[in-house]
């Protein structure tokens, strides 16, 4: 249900426990079975989706057609973050938001591959 646990709590920020603010990378558990940490929680992940309403390739990669760029076209967030429900923490959740928008909830993941 998670990423590295099925108990929130000991892998993640949510709004029952985060007191309001983020916290650094780590300090929620040892991460998931890869050794990735803060999947789940703390900032919601921004990816490369845009909203699509069926049009999301069933390959598994980025929607990004020509209606992503539109100024008022929203990008898909995911994995809940300090302020969600519990219950919205999952990977598996969703949310659209304008990608011109800022906000605290919402942070990248830098990859490293060698």
Request: charged content about 20%; overall charge negative; aromatic content about 10%.
């Amino acid at each position: 249900m998670y990423a590295g646990s099925n108990v929130l709590d000991q892998i993640a920020w949510h709004e029952g426990n985060s007191r309001g603010s983020t916290h650094p990378v780590g300090s929620r558990g040892n991460g998931n079975e890869l050794g990735i940490l803060d999947m789940t929680g703390n900032v919601s992940e921004w990816t490369a989706d845009c909203r699509s309403y069926g049009k999301t390739p069933s390959d598994g990669s980025a929607y990004t057609g020509d209606d992503c760029f539109k100024f008022d076209a929203e990008r898909i967030s995911r994995g809940g973050n300090w302020q969600s429900y519990p219950g919205n923490c999952r990977l598996a959740e969703r949310t659209g938001n304008i990608a011109h928008w800022a906000g605290y909830q919402i942070g990248i993941r830098l990859v490293y591959s060698e």
